[in-house]
């Protein structure tokens, strides 16, 4: 049988050779995902974001522990898959390991599947990749995917974009009180977690997390999500390390879910996504095609004479024939 159907069927080892074929780009990964595509968009896609130590991690080993025990799963034989991102692996081989390693509880579980992903290339590269990870795990007939990636910039609102549901962690004792805040990233959350319940400083954190929130709702209305008007962000103290609200949180998670399928958010996330896909593939495309059909010493110059302030980005346009 082909290897897309084999992933499509739940063979876990083809989903993970066919992960592997398509974090490398491969012809044959993509034509899979092409293939898979029409079986894709019934899982629940969450991104999980926040600083570095917030306990994202941790977090997502109980959160995925939890969501494979749900009554409406019972019947699922695939249920929670964890992607977990580290865009800056080049220099974090221990982090990726560590998370392995604090993933062990997760590791031989039939019924969960985990990988972790580094950057290749570009950030952009690595929300694509997560992306078309994401896409085949839903294919494959995961009810739930988790997606873990450092609050770092641009990637996580990739992500966010990717997710229909995001959640953005923070924590009491990593420096600054709110460092989302900092990080620009509370505008994409849809639940506002903050973990280390256990610790002092949590409900402060939390009282700081809602006043941001109440000053950045007309953030939010301007940024990149679709704008589903009516979702109240709430903002919830768990201990990923005790277990403390965690129930709370999947009940938040389900209502976020029940609330975009309501109205047209479901719809639109999924679709906002291929949408970016599309455009970014078209960019590519007619950018290597141009590129291609252009005189690359003709192009050198052109450097050369803006580097030199001879020319300006867009007088250099102008030179290549456009208007
Ligand atoms: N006290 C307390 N410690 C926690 C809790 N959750 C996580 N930790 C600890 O915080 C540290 C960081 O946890 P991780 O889960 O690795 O955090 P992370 O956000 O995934 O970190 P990166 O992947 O490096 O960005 C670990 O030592 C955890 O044991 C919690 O609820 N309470
Ligand atoms: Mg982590």
Redesign the pocket.
């Known amino acids: 049988m082909h290897l897309a159907e084999r992933a499509a069927a739940g063979e876990r080892l083809a989903i993970a050779r066919l992960l592997t074929l398509i974090e490398n780009g491969t012809d044959e990964g993509l034509e899979a995902l092409d293939q898979l595509y029409p079986r894709s968009g019934s899982a629940h896609l969450i991104g999980i974001t926040?600083?570095?130590?917030?306990?994202?991690?941790?977090?997502v080993n109980r959160l995925a522990l939890a969501l494979v025990d749900l009554p409406e799963q019972r019947d699922a034989a695939l249920r929670v898959a964890v992607i977990a991102i580290d865009p800056t692996s080049p220099f974090s081989g221990g982090?990726l390991l560590?998370?392995r390693i604090?993933m062990r509880d997760l590791a031989d579980r039939p019924d969960i599947f985990i990988r972790s992903m580094a950057t290749r290339g570009t950030l952009g590269g690595l929300a694509r990749a997560a992306g078309e990870a994401a896409l085949l795990l839903d294919a494959a007939g995961f009810k739930y995917v988790l997606i873990?990636t450092?609050g770092a910039g641009q990637a996580e609102v990739d992500i966010a974009r990717l997710a229909h549901t995001t959640l953005v962690?923070e924590?009491p004792g990593l420096g600054d009180d709110v460092q989302a805040g900092k990080a620009g990233i509370l505008e994409i959350a849809d639940i506002l977690v903050v973990?280390?319940?256990?610790?002092p400083g949590a409900d402060a954190a939390a009282r700081a997390l809602e006043l941001m929130l109440e000053i950045g709702d007309e953030l939010r209305n301007s940024g990149q999500q679709p704008n589903e008007p009516g979702w109240h962000v709430p903002v919830l103290k768990?201990?990923?390390?005790?277990g403390d609200g965690i129930a709370d949180l999947i009940d938040s998670i389900q209502a976020h879910r029940n609330f975009l399928k309501t109205g047209s958010g479901w719809q639109a996330r999924g679709g906002a996504y291929a949408r970016s896909m599309f455009d970014s593939l078209l960019h590519e495309r007619l950018f290597a095609g141009w590129q291609a059909g252009t005189d690359r010493q003709l192009l050198e110059g052109i450097y050369d004479r803006m580097a030199n302030r001879a020319l300006s980005p867009r007088q250099a346009l102008r030179e290549l024939g456009f208007k």
């Open positions: 926040g600083p570095s130590g917030a306990g994202k991690s941790t977090l982090a560590g998370d604090r873990e450092v962690i924590a973990n280390k319940a256990d610790k768990v201990s990923a390390l005790n």
